[in-house]
Antibody, heavy 122, light 108 residues
Framework: QVQLGESGGGVVQPGGSLRLSCAAS????????MHWVRQAPGKGLEWVTL????????YYADSVKGRFTISRDNSKNTLFLQMNSLRPDDTAVYYC???????????????WGQGTLVTVSS | EIVMTQSPATLSVSPGERATLSCRAS??????LAWYQQKPGQAPRLLIY???TRATGIPARFSGSGSGTEFTLSISSLQSEDFAIYYC??????????FGGGTKVAIK
């Protein structure tokens, strides 16, 4: 049974940094691309970033490019999101999501974590 | 960037009735379209991928159709647990992977 569990959210001041983690289990983590998707309070879903199975390829939404960095530790089945220069409009629930069923380069999200709330406020 | 537009924003339906939700892409996405259901306080759940293939465990009352730029999610007979927000997502051309703004299915 696939399980994804995010941690690391909290309240941070504008301009600050935060590192999110996502612990994965129930599947062979090092074989699959992983994503972060966020949802601002009362708003829709926004894809944030994707990392390939081996970490060699990374893609970002324009809204976070240059500020956020995705990474993974396949030895620990863990996904990370380093968020720097945070802004109030980064306030959202951040979900990690997997693409276990997708064929290569055609990514939809078949499993989601419960999310972790990031609040950027002074 | 491919823009996904969902309509209506809110759909009021009585239990047992049929619901039809629409999703339009700003350019063709072939059949690379997924649908998700999200209930308050919960993560989204994958319902449909490939425009029409139900994900594991999804009841047969959910069906997806369409290709190119026009897509539909139908719920044949609404159950109480189906009242939620539904999102479409294209994965044909990216980055970015893009979602529609959502349709809330509310009790009439």
């Amino acid at each position: 049974q696939v399980q994804l569990g995010e941690s690391g959210g909290g309240v941070v001041q504008p301009g600050g940094s935060l590192r999110l983690s996502c612990a994965a289990s129930g599947f062979t983590f090092n074989l699959y691309a992983m994503h972060w998707v966020r949802q601002a309070p009362g708003k829709g879903l926004e894809w944030v970033t994707l990392i390939s199975y081996d970490g060699s390829d990374k893609y970002y939404a324009d809204s976070v490019k240059g500020r956020f960095t995705i990474s993974r530790d396949n030895s620990k089945n863990t996904l990370f999101l380093q968020m720097n220069s945070l802004r109030p409009d980064d306030t959202a629930v951040y979900y990690c999501a997997s693409s276990l069923m997708s064929s290569t380069w055609k990514y939809y999200f078949d499993n989601w974590g419960q999310g972790t709330l990031v609040t950027v406020s002074s | 960037e491919i823009v996904m537009t969902q309509s209506p924003a809110t759909l009021s339906v009585s239990p047992g009735e049929r619901a039809t939700l629409s999703c339009r892409a700003s350019q063709s996405v072939a059949n690379n379209l997924a649908w998700y259901q999200q209930k308050p306080g919960q993560a989204p759940r994958l319902l449909i991928y490939g425009a029409s293939t139900r994900a594991t465990g999804i009841p047969a009352r959910f069906s997806g159709s369409g290709s190119g730029t026009e897509f539909t999610l139908s719920i044949s007979s609404l159950q109480s647990e189906d009242f939620a927000i539904y999102y479409c997502q294209q994965y044909n051309k990216w980055p970015p992977l893009t979602f529609g703004g959502g349709t809330k299915v509310a009790i009439k």
